[in-house]
């Protein structure tokens, strides 16, 4: 197992185009997190699921945010209707569920919204 | 999520120990604590947590307040590859399901070396 994989790691794109990162997890992790980090500050919590479960996502940005995990694997998070704010590292975490274990993190998908 | 507090950066020597301070003064008897730490460029990376008794692994050593309100992580031998910004994050362990199991992140404490 190599860890935890994000594709893709850079994306520019257009204003108003929408964009989807995949985060392939460790695969006995039933857990799975997304973060966004914009520059000098320590990662937002966005969302997470237990297997396909997604039991939070409150702290999604707006609704043109979506992620899905649909076989409690992979799991892809969608920005519709991009904007320059919306540039930033989209970081995918995965970890077991008891909860004093630890999350390994992704190197990220860095956005960039032109 | 309890939050805590870090310095903003500090700086140290190359090859000397460093002491990396948090409080978390509203700290609930549940929560773990946590650090972790974000090299250039790359995702955060786990460097060690506990609960109450101080721990030791081959990254680094925490040593937690008797009254649990803050905690010290200790690099005992800095090196250039130790600079990164180091984040102390607590995490409740009783948590089941529901509302933000995620870690929630301040700015960290971004650690200088110098060679």
């Known amino acids: 197992d190599t860890g935890v994989s994000q594709n893709p790691r850079h994306k520019i794109t257009k204003r108003g185009q929408n964009v989807t990162f995949r985060c392939d997890p460790i695969s006995e992790h039933n857990r799975l997190y997304w973060y966004r980090q914009t520059l000098g500050q320590g990662p937002e919590f966005l969302t997470y699921?237990?297997?396909?479960?997604?039991?939070?996502k409150s702290r999604l940005l707006s609704d043109r945010f979506s992620a899905e995990r649909p076989k409690g694997s992979f799991s892809t998070l969608e920005i519709q209707r991009t904007e320059q704010g919306d540039s930033a590292m989209y970081l995918c975490?995965?970890?077991?569920?008891?909860?004093?274990?630890?999350?390994?993190f992704g190197a990220g998908s860095r956005l960039t919204v032109l | 999520d309890a939050k805590t507090t870090q310095p903003n950066s500090m700086e140290s020597n190359e090859e000397e120990p460093v002491h990396l301070p948090c409080n978390h003064s509203t700290i609930s008897g549940t929560d773990y604590i946590h650090w972790y730490r974000q090299l250039p460029s790359q995702g955060p990376e786990y460097v060690i947590h506990g609960l109450t008794s101080n721990v030791n692994n081959r990254m680094a050593s925490l040593a937690i307040a008797e009254d649990r309100k803050s905690s010290t992580l200790i690099l005992h031998r800095a090196t250039l590859r130790d600079a990164a910004v180091y984040y102390c994050i607590l995490r409740d362990f009783t948590y089941s399901g529901g509302g933000a199991d995620g870690l929630t992140f301040g700015k960290g404490t971004h650690l200088i070396i110098q060679p």
């Open positions: 699921f237990q297997n396909e479960a997604q039991l939070e």
């Open positions: 975490a995965s970890s077991l569920p008891s909860g004093g274990n630890v999350l390994t």
